[in-house]
Structure formats: C-alpha cells, structure tokens
C-alpha cells in the first residue's frame, strides 16, 4: 500500500527538464505549479551538531497570483526548537557583500509541525520579484539571515542553488502565461526564435542595479545555446537598446525591427558598462 501511494505521488510529478524544474497539475484551479528540488544552505555552524537542517527551493505558477512578484523562494526549516518566523521583513540577503536586501512573507505561523519530541518543522515561503531573482542568479556569494522571534538563523546558498536560480529565471519566459497582463508589466518574454534570447524591459530596479538611471532597452536574461545571439556573442546582463537604429524599448519595437531585418542586424549593446555594436547573422 505504501508503496501504491509513492508511485501515485510520483505519478503526480511531471519533470519540465533533468537539470531542476518540475511541475504539478492542480485539477481543481487548472494551474500548474512549478518549482525546483530542496537545495540545502551553508548554515552558519553547520548543521550535524546543530541539529538545524534548513533547505531552499524556487517556485513559480503558469499563471501567478501577481506578475509584480511571480517567484518565492520556500524555505523548510527542520530544528530542535521553534524559530517563530513573522510576518514581515524577515529574509536579508547580502549580495555580493553588498548592502543587505529585505525581504517580507506572511510568516510561518500556518506552516508550522511537531515532528517529534525534539523536532519541529517551518516553512516559509518569500515572494520575490524578477530583478532579484536576477540578482541572485548572477550572484557569486549570497548570504542570508531569517529573522525569528525565538532564534536567527543565518548561512550561504550555495554555488549549486546559484546555477539553478540562472536556469529557473532562464525558463520562466516559457513556463509563465499571461499574455494580456505581461504585456504591461515587467515579466519575463521570449524574444523572437531566431535571435534566440529571454529578456525583461528595463525597471526602475533594475537601472538601481546597473548603477545606471539613463539606461534604456531590454536585459537579457537567458540565451538558448545553438541560438543566434549565442554564435554573436551576446551575454546574460547585456542590454538590447537598439536593432539598426531602432530603439527597442518594448517587446514590440524589438520583434519589429527583427522582423525587418535582412539576414543581418545591428545590435546596439551596452555590455559592461560600454555602449557598443553587435553584427548578428540571422543565416546561422
């Protein structure tokens, strides 16, 4: 019986890709839930003589409940004793070693378990916004703290958490649906086949981030290997500003000017912190 009841849950679970993505089906809302495996954290004194084991995972929604923050990062606390997260800014996140990020929930009051004697369970899920998850993706080192009103728990993720943060923010564009609402806000799209990119408009965020409150354009966020912009040597945090000479400012003015486009374009790039200019070959 009990092994009936692993292969219907199983069953449940359908793998979007082998690196880290998958995906549940709720038949009552007919929204699809996706997300990545728990990835253990660097927890500050470790965890064996602590007995604090704490884990982090990514989740997203074909259809979330806000494009403002379409992303949470859940976070399952398995410890001796309660940390009583709240409601609040209680996730800080440096990084990079910079000036620490708050980040609010809803606490962990209606996700909390006995599990024994000397265990007890809480998770704690933040909804974030895209430019951060962009942050962390890109981070090298990102520390965390979480707030509680009986301890602090305090730790790394690790390198393995990073590259999965890059790989989940990179499929967003095709998981996420909402055409109609994406249209007018910051979420994540997926440029036009042939030149091979995810990006997102510029922000008010995302200029604080690229120390840089002129900027105009899209950033790109992922880049399909084989692709176009691949072979033209385009990079993850580049900004598209403009394709021969027309600024693309929207999702629109980008898949029109490559739409007039020949076999051959003129990128406008700002990359590094430099303007400069990108032949890209459509033939390739």
Known sequence: ??????????????????????????????????YTLEKSVELEGGSFFSMRYVTISLH?????????????????ANTPSWIFVSRGESLLLKINGEEPIKIA??????????????SVLEVVRYPITIPTLLQISEAKTVDFRVLGERQVLTGKFTPEFLKEAKYFL???????????????SP????????LGVSFLPITKELRALIKNSEIQ???????????????AGLAIGDIIQ???????LSTIDLQEAIAKSDTNATLEIYKDGKSMQIDVNFKN
């Open 1 to 34: 019986m009990k092994r009936l009841l692993i292969l219907l849950m199983i069953s449940q679970l359908q793998l979007v890709h082998a690196q880290a993505i998958y995906k549940k089906e709720d038949s009552f809302s007919g929204n699809t839930h996706y």
């Open 60 to 76: 997203t929604y074909r259809n979330p409940p806000t494009l403002e923050k379409p992303f949470y990062i859940q976070l399952t």
């Open 105 to 118: 929930d809803t606490g962990t009051l209606p996700l909390r378990q006995v599990l024994g004697a000397s």
């Open 170 to 184: 990179g499929q967003s564009s095709s998981l996420i649906e909402a055409p109609k609402k994406l249209a007018a």
């Open 187 to 194: 979420a994540p799209f997926r440029a036009p086949r042939r």
């Open 217 to 231: 354009g899209l950033i790109i966020v992922a880049i399909e290997p084989g692709s176009v912009a691949e072979s």
């Open 242 to 248: 403009a394709v021969n000479k027309t600024p693309t």
